[in-house]
């Protein structure tokens, strides 16, 4: 297909005539080239040393191989030895290039020039730049696609105008100054305009607003008419009369104030018509009125006789009784601070004990204030996770185990002044259980940990605010929030029974025994006898003694034609159940587990001497036979009324007939 080149052609139309030209066409392949392998002589003996540069290959890329193996024909497998090029020999021609392949298209006639544009230049001093040609290259990433950059002509630029040429001689002239008296009526037509605003049309009227004028002030007193001199002599005159003392007065005698003396009648004008009297007759002291005179007999009366033993009064509640104390005030007012309201430990620590001047009381509200505040930490001690804790952080999470709550404690005892020591040791607390006869004592160890505290008269009080907060049950994973405050009112020596410390100068007994031997205390107050099962959650709330529980032993011998006295008493002698209890007493029976009774039961009811007492007198026969057990309950309840303040006698007729609900409160067992 011929072109004719006589037209003038596009662009357009040369790059379409172009690509129809290789429509039909076979692709261009390439070819490799064998090279003809040549004969090297064997290299001749080195007899100087000579530079070997990288030899540079001039040949087609075409022929080159795959990977990093060098070109060249294999001789035996074995590569020929490279050629050396010595100094002044000539380096042997490249190989000839492969001939071209005539075309048998011809290539499309190139357009014809266009005519130049002519400049022509402005009436300014600003450059014109000439017209840059578009320059098309073909990039090395496509196949034959052109690229052409865009050129900026005159043409472009005819719109546009140019600021003028700066001339320093057409330039306007400058105002004139001001006068000083163009400034100051200047300044002061500002101020004018700012005395008052005016109403035009674009603002709305301002309403004049009328300030009342203030009240007119009381006219003032008349003056004082002005003082008369006083004379030096007057002045000197009053000063001597001030310095000179008075006459003595008479003595008087007590007598004369109205002690055992009768009432002196008063005249009609209440004037008394005698003179008063100096005491003295004649300058002699009045006698003595025998009426004033006391009596010795009455005295003595009052006195206690010589080898009298007099009884000690008890009184409802005694200030040196702890477990009669009233701690209302001080357990009120620990429960006004949450912990998440608690800023810092000295902050709590002043709020805390500020309003009690007792130091018992001080401790009181702290012991408190951790029951309502921190939980123990039943998770971390049951999966043996348990990790040593500060005070501020125990006040943080609010979980512990019996050294976060010491610590706790502690720390606030100390920065609200009191003295107050955290004590480490054994405690039979959850997960102990007492020893088997014959079982070997082990050796010491530590489990538990408690405070000790200073109160009132300078008293060491032993603590523990762990066991004061609730109890644990380690089967079931479970803690429970119960305030004990037995806990804190609890005697040093009873306390020791359940709590042996390392340091054995804290024991603070008052039994005049410095301390107590390990073997004691882990097999108890009596080695041979296991002691006798007590429900403690019922004996604490209805405020009995577990040390008052008799039989003592939990084992009860079934001997035949013996009496077995069951009994019980209160904590304390001034213990009031309505003051310092939940009320009235519960009437308490005693359950025996007797086959030979109908049903297999039998209930005997205890008396009581309303002093805080209960016993009862039971023949072993009647108990049972061996290995039978024996309870001792509290009626909670009878026809679904509590039953508080039930005597005796009507217990007994409601055994049988009505329906009750019990409550534990201690067991034996018939051995």
């Known amino acids: 297909m011929a072109t004719d080149s006589s ?49 540079l290959s001039n040949g087609h890329h075409i022929s080159n191989g795959i990977g990093n193996e060098p070109n060249g024909i294999r001789q035996n497998g074995v590569l020929p030895p490279p050629s050396i090029t010595r100094t002044g020999e000539k380096k042997p021609p490249p190989p000839a290039l492969p001939p071209r392949k005539s075309s048998t298209q011809p290539s499309p006639a190139l357009p014809p020039r266009g005519p130049s544009q002519s400049l022509q230049r402005r009436g300014s001093n600003a450059s014109i730049s000439s017209t840059i040609s578009s320059t098309s290259a073909i990039s090395f990433g496509t196949n034959g696609t052109a690229r052409t950059s865009t050129s900026r002509t005159p043409s472009m630029d005819a719109g546009r105008k140019l600021a003028p040429v700066f001339d320093q001689a057409t330039l306007p002239p400058l105002p004139p100054k001001r006068t000083p008296e163009q400034v100051e009526k200047r300044y002061q037509d500002i101020e004018r305009s700012r005395m008052g605003l005016k109403p035009t049309k674009s603002t709305p009227a301002v309403t004049t607003v009328e300030v009342p004028s ?15 001199p006083i004379r030096k002599e007057s002045t000197e005159a009053a000063r001597k009369l001030l310095l000179e003392k008075p006459p003595p007065m008479p003595p008087r005698s007590a007598l004369s104030l109205g002690m055992n003396k009768p009432e002196v009648p008063k005249a009609p004008n209440g004037v008394n018509s005698e003179a008063p009297s100096t005491g003295r007759v004649n300058g002699a002291p009045p006698p ?48 006004k601070f949450p912990r998440e309201t608690v800023p810092s430990l000295d902050w709590l620590a002043d ?56 610590s706790l404690f502690t720390a606030l005892a100390s920065k609200a002044g009191l003295e107050s020591l955290l004590v480490s040791g054994h405690g039979k607390g959850a997960g102990f259980s007492p020893l088997a006869p014959g079982e070997p004592i082990p050796a010491e160890y530590s489990t538990h940990a408690w405070n000790a505290v200073k109160i009132d008269d300078g008293e060491w009080k032993l603590i523990d605010p762990c066991w004061g907060a609730g109890h644990v049950c380690i089967r079931e994973q479970k803690y429970t929030k119960k305030f004990a405050p037995r806990w804190f009112t609890m005697g040093n020596n009873e306390f020791g029974l359940r709590h042996f410390p390392t340091n054995k100068s804290l024991f603070y007994r008052t039994d005049g025994r410095a301390q107590i031997p390990w073997e004691e205390y882990i097999l108890g107050a009596n080695a041979a006898v296991v002691p006798v099962m007590v429900y403690a959650g019922a004996a604490e709330e209805e405020g009995i003694s577990e040390t008052s529980v008799r039989p003592k032993g939990y084992n009860i011998p079934s001997s035949p034609n013996m009496i077995v006295q069951f009994r019980f008493s209160t904590i304390c002698s001034h213990w009031d159940p309505v003051r310092n209890g939940p009320g009235r007493p519960y009437p308490y029976i005693l359950k025996i587990n007797n086959p030979d009774f109908g049903d297999g039961h039998g209930y005997e009811v205890f008396e009581t001497d309303g002093k805080g007492s209960w016993k009862l007198d039971v023949e072993s026969r009647v108990l049972g036979r061996k290995g ?6 509290s009626v909670t309840t009878v026809d679904g009324r509590s039953a508080r303040g039930m005597g005796s006698e009507e217990m007994r007729r409601a055994l049988g007939r009505k329906a009750m609900s019990f409550g534990g409160v201690a067991k034996w067992e018939l051995v």
């Open 7 to 55: 037209q003038p052609q596009s662009i357009h139309a040369r790059i379409a005539a172009l690509n129809l030209g290789h429509v039909g066409r076979a692709p261009i392949t390439a070819t490799p080239i064998q090279d003809d392998p040549v004969q090297r002589p064997p290299p001749a003996p080195r007899s100087q040393t000579v530079n070997l540069p990288a030899t």
């Open 288 to 335: 003595i009125p025998a009426s004033s005179k006391p009596d010795l007999s009455s005295i003595l009366a009052t006195k206690p006789k010589p080898g009298s033993n007099p009884q000690p009064s008890c009184q409802p509640v005694s200030a040196a009784c702890l477990t009669c104390r009233d701690f209302s005030a001080p357990d009120s007012h620990a429960a």
């Open 351 to 406: 709020q805390l004990t500020a309003p009690f001047p007792s130091a018992t009381d001080q401790a009181r509200a702290i012991f408190t204030w951790l029951h309502h505040n921190v939980a123990y930490d039943i998770i971390a001690f049951c999966n043996n996770a348990v990790q040593p804790s500060t005070p501020a952080q125990t006040l943080s999470t609010g979980l512990a185990v019996c050294q976060g709550y010491a």
């Open 214 to 228: 203030p009240p007119s002030l009381p006219a003032r007193p008349p003056q004082r008419p002005p003082q008369t």
């Open 628 to 633: 039978q057990s024996v309870d001792l309950y």
